[in-house]
């Protein structure tokens, strides 16, 4: 079973749009200050609306370095395709299963070699 690279490019290009639009509603809410978003009418909240927009921030910020990642290795997967090293395993060379790209259009590497990376 071959790889469709046109398919899978294209699930690549439809999946960083749509992180691309998670990461700017991320920007955009940790672009507002903790004052505004516990101090609307100027008066002094309580330690507890400061401490959950402080959480709700460093929770924003997860989510947004973890989108970074997967951008990063959505963009990576793309120009693998553009460079004809698409589907083959990082590690040992050999073509990454079909089924796996097709659940992963992402995978550097084969099944095998992952597992064997996840144990060390």
């Given at each position: ?12 290009l439809a999946e960083r749009e749509r992180v691309v ?100």
């Open positions: 079973m071959s790889v469709d690279r046109e398919q899978a490019r294209e699930r690549l639009g998670e990461l700017d509603d991320l920007q955009e809410d940790l672009g507002r200050s903790i004052e505004d978003a516990t101090d609307e009418d100027g008066i002094d909240t309580h330690l507890g609306d400061s401490a959950s927009e402080t959480l709700d921030r460093e929770m924003e910020q997860s989510l947004g370095d973890n989108a970074e990642a997967l951008l990063a290795s959505i963009d990576a997967a793309l120009a693998r395709i553009g460079d004809g090293t698409y589907g083959i395993c990082t590690r040992c060379g050999e073509q990454i299963d079909a089924a796996r790209l097709d659940a992963l259009p992402r995978a550097l590497k084969c099944i095998e070699c992952k597992r064997l990376e996840e144990r060390a």
